[in-house]
């Protein structure tokens, strides 16, 4: 085995800590720029390789996944009473997998998709022409509308604000677990902890509620948790998941799948409106597919188009835009050495926009999406790759594609400044200030 380490800037553990936190995609933009496809170096307590190079990055998650299991900031998380989907490995990872999966088949999604056309419906009834909105702000609320009602059935009286809150505290202590002793840090007395812990509590609740009902054989329900409850490991015996799992499940469901999507749909419009021939293609599409009716399930395999400008955007801005894994033994990754406890972290953004294997990379172009896509196996995919696979990608278009059909027949969103907007990046790519743009009724912009 090779003792020839990646390459990377020596030692200034404390300054790569403060780089990561003050702006961790510029961070890594610099540490590719200066060193290639594979990084090396130090950060408070550990040794962190970050790869760039969609070939290695296959390698690790892949082909040598067995020397890698996921990361420390994934594991360290407080808010978990125990493994989940996203958080175990091997044996554990595969049963897990097997008992979530099914409430993401088309028979579920397909159950789901009227609460996402209502939602992404109501969302722009009470806009007027001329208004300015925090877009940021209307897609998270209709994607947390859409997570509420799906997780906890189609006629929950939840507050979809508990979500949030829960959520706001899930982010917290994902925030936490990337600092050095993160489980004493969750224990203070700080207000942010403290919310977070009656989040946590009041949530816990209603989930006890809807397990009592998913418990009832009698009642049919189409809602993520009782799918997670009533889900049966064939092979196993007595495999499913119990009380706690599907709460632990829920939780990460819900934190995986919510800020994503609502991210990718602001970005979206913002990429409309600066690709003013795209948008009019779409217009035209969706157009033409609803003639002025209410989507309805069939409608999102005609939008072709549409789907493609959802792959677009998240390729471009993909939410995860790297992932978490650690080695379990000395590995190897290319002609380097990973020796045992280094922190990986694989950057799906360089590979998404790598002009080796996309032509004008960072142009938006969604009819790239239209032709075949010559490079499956590589690791060119915003949802991840590997058995950790994103497992709610088909339910993060669908609601991207209705949302494209609920909004682009009756407006335009403009940008309102010059700039772009910032993001700030730790965990995900999110909006620190916001997102304002402006709408305009499309009859007040015919031609
Ligand atoms: C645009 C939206 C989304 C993006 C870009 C995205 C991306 C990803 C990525 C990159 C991973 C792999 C993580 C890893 O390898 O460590 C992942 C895993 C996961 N995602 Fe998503 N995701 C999105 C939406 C969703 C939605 C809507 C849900 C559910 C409602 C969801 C649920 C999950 C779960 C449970 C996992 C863990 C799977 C496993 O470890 O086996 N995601 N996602």
């Known amino acids: 085995m090779t003792t020839q380490l990646p390459p990377g800037p020596k030692g200034r553990a404390i300054r790569h800590f403060w780089a990561r936190l003050h702006n961790n995609a510029d961070f890594f933009a610099r540490l590719q720029a200066e060193y290639g496809g594979i990084v090396y170096l130090s950060v408070p307590f550990r040794k962190l390789c970050v790869i760039f190079d969609p070939v290695l990055i296959q390698q690790a998650l892949v082909e040598k996944r067995a020397s890698f299991e996921q990361g420390p900031g994934y594991k360290r998380a407080t808010f978990l009473g125990g493994p989940t989907v996203l958080t175990s490995d091997g044996d554990e990872h595969k049963r897990r997998r097997k008992l979530v999966q099914p409430s993401f088949h088309k028979q579920a999604l397909n159950g789901y998709a009227e609460t996402m056309i209502d939602e992404t419906d109501k969302l722009q009834r009470g806009w007027r022409d001329g208004q300015t909105i925090d877009l940021v702000q209307t897609t998270t609320a209709t994607a947390l509308n859409i997570a509420t009602r799906t997780f906890f059935g189609a006629d929950s009286r939840i507050d979809p604000g508990l979500v949030g809150e829960a959520l706001k505290g899930v982010f917290w202590d994902f925030t936490l677990g990337q600092l050095p002793f993160n489980r004493y840090l969750a224990r203070l007395p700080l207000p942010r902890n403290r919310q977070a812990q009656a989040a946590f509590r009041a949530l816990d609740h209603e989930i006890d509620a809807i397990i009592d009902q ?58 409309l409106d600066q690709h003013p021939a795209v948008r009019e293609r779409l217009e035209r599409e969706i157009d033409g597919v609803l003639g002025g009716r209410r989507p309805g399930l069939a409608d999102y395999d005609r939008l072709v188009y549409a789907r493609a400008v959802f792959d677009e955007t998240v390729r471009l ?131």
């Open 214 to 271: 998913a418990l009832d054989a009698s009642q049919e329900r189409n809602d993520l948790i009782s799918h997670l409850v009533r889900a049966k490991d064939e092979g196993g015996v007595d495999r499913s998941l119990n009380r706690a799992e599907v709460r632990d499940e829920a939780y990460v469901i819900l934190m995986a799948g919510h800020e994503t999507t609502a991210n990718v749909m602001a970005w979206m419009f913002y990429c």
């Open 317 to 447: 801005f993909p939410p995860v835009y790297y992932v978490g894994r650690q080695a379990i033994e000395d590995s190897t990754l290319g002609d380097y050495l990973i020796p045992k406890g280094t922190a990986l972290q694989p950057c799906l953004l360089a590979g998404l926009r790598d002009e080796r294997f996309f032509e004008e990379a960072g142009g938006f172009k969604p009819e790239r999406w239209l032709e075949e896509n010559d490079h499956p196996k590589l690791a060119l995919s915003a949802f991840g790759l590997g058995v950790h696979k994103c497992v709610g990608e088909a339910f993060a278009r669908m609601e991207a594609v209705f949302m494209l059909a609920a909004i682009v027949p009756r407006w335009r969103l403009n940008v309102v400044s010059s700039h772009p907007p910032v993001v700030n990046s730790l965990v995900f790519y999110q909006f620190p200030r916001g997102f304002q743009m402006t709408v305009r009724a499309r009859a007040a912009t015919a031609p």
